[in-house]
């Protein structure tokens, strides 16, 4: 089962003793257990949580044999279970707590694991008694949906054409992504921050957008300059999908060369970072960037680095070369350089 039918179960009062959770999204097991806890725990006093890495067997199944005081059930949340599944628990520990859930109809108990042998007999029991519920990644219109509740929980109403712009130029869809939902909660607040009522429309979309742009392209230029090979040719790929043209990519890292280029020089001369600043009529965070930038290549030339960045250029202007594969060839000349 998925997490919305796990809701269900919260909903329809229709809960199952034992539910083994699974699956990247933390983001759902955590929103799920607060619903469970708003639905069915009216005293702390009947909810148990852990999230050590091991605990006793003794001790779980004390918190887990207690019968609730106020409310229905005793709900018990287990995080990091996979030690009940291991060798760090007799077989006969197993399998007593786990029976203890059988048709008990005054406790529920969530155990989340990160990843279980379904061949083993314990997991089997754990299947033949409760539930195993995923919470993978979000597709379609359930990654929609998710949005837009999101923002109705934080007391705002997104217009269809910003909720398409935000879903196109987010990280979340691509695949091998590692962009989760926490991060997308972490967008939408900023994107509501600069929200003048609360309806998020296409310009406060464009404006999140754009000043992650900024964010991404200094991060890109940056891994071309250090060698990081592996990000910078992701990071170009969807930066070209998001409008950026090779070319103008190019001139960014030939300019922050040149850049690093004469802040060193100045450096060297024994001008300070706020003398250099003034003297380039830059911020200094960006002459302190680039002066750490200088120090991380070491050795290497600057000057070289330079050629390399305007052999590909006058390749993409000049020599007819596809313009995506002068810019990843580049990449590839600098990391290796």
């Keep these: 089962m998925i997490y919305k039918d796990f809701y ?3 909903l329809g009062d229709n809960l199952s003793s034992l ?12 929103l799920m257990i607060e619903k469970l806890k708003e639905q069915v725990v009216l005293s702390e006093i009947d909810y148990y949580y852990s999230d050590d890495k091991f605990v006793e ?20 949340v287990v995080n990091n279970a996979d030690y009940i599944f291991s060798s760090k628990w007799t077989d006969k520990q197993r399998d007593s707590f786990l029976r203890y859930h059988d048709k008990n109809d005054t406790l529920t108990s969530i ?18 008694i409760g539930k195993f519920v995923s919470f993978g990644r979000l597709e379609g219109d359930d990654y ?7 923002l109705n929980a934080m007391g705002y109403k997104i217009k269809s054409d910003a909720l398409r712009t935000y879903i196109k130029n987010s990280d979340y869809l691509l695949k091998d992504s590692k962009m989760n939902l926490f991060q997308v909660i972490k967008d939408l607040e900023v994107i509501t921050s600069s929200c003048n009522d609360n309806v998020v429309d296409i310009h406060d979309v464009k404006l999140f957008i754009n000043s992650t742009l900024d964010n991404n392209l200094w991060k890109w230029r940056e891994s ?3 060698g990081d090979i592996k990000f910078a040719i992701t990071e170009m790929n969807k930066l070209v999908k998001s409008g950026q043209h090779p070319i103008l990519l190019c001139y960014m890292v030939s ?12 450096s060297n001369a024994g001008y300070s970072t706020k003398e250099i600043a003034d003297m380039t009529k830059s911020k200094e965070f960006a002459i302190r960037n680039a002066i750490k930038l200088v120090k991380s290549i070491g050795d290497k030339s600057i000057i070289k680095m330079l050629k390399i960045v305007l052999e590909a250029d006058d390749n993409m202007k000049v020599g007819g070369v596809d313009h995506e594969l002068a810019l990843e060839n580049m990449i590839f000349k600098l990391g290796n350089f």
Excluded: H, Q, W
């Design 57 to 76: 067997y003794k001790d779980l199944y004390s918190a887990v044999s207690l019968f609730p005081f106020i409310s229905t059930r005793r709900i018990v």
């Design 111 to 128: 155990l989340i694991v990160n990843k279980l042998d379904l061949r083993k007999k314990s997991v089997k029991t754990a299947k033949n």
């Design 144 to 150: 929609k949906n998710f949005i837009v509740k999101s």
């Design 8 to 10: 269900n179960d919260v």
């Design 255 to 266: 300019r922050l060369l040149s850049e690093m280029l004469n802040i060193k020089l100045l």
């Design 19 to 30: 539910y083994i959770f699974s699956g990247e999204e933390y983001y759902l097991i955590k």
């Design 224 to 226: 071309v300059i250090l």
